[in-house]
């Protein structure tokens, strides 16, 4: 994923995209990809996608990520907002369900 393909990919996958960026020695990162892919089993509608903060400026950037890691949503193409949660899978899917009840934002 890189930001010459990140809004082209996220409108074209079907149900809900997750974008994590992250960086390769951030261990809160590593426990969120954990939890994410944990929910993921559980929700064939999800799907994640992963972007590496120090090698992907542009993204960090255009989304003014200022902590990792980072969560971004979209539903069926259209951007739900930034995802706040703990990494715990439970508390990602109700954060995750709360933020896509809510409209459609424009993206960044």
Do not use: K, N
């Amino acid at each position: 994923m890189s930001q010459f393909d990140l809004h082209q990919r996220m409108a074209e996958t079907p149900g809900v995209a997750v974008l994590l960026l992250t960086a390769p020695a951030c261990g809160s990162c590593r426990a969120m990809r954990a939890a994410l892919l944990e929910l993921a089993r559980s929700r064939s509608d999800l799907r994640l996608f992963e972007a590496d903060a120090g090698r992907e400026a542009g993204i960090v950037q255009e989304f003014e990520v200022f902590h990792l890691p980072a969560l971004f949503v979209w539903r069926d193409g259209e951007y739900h907002g930034a995802l706040q949660a703990e990494a715990l899978p439970a508390r990602l899917a109700a954060a995750l369900d709360a933020l896509l009840a809510a409209p459609p934002q424009e993206a960044p």
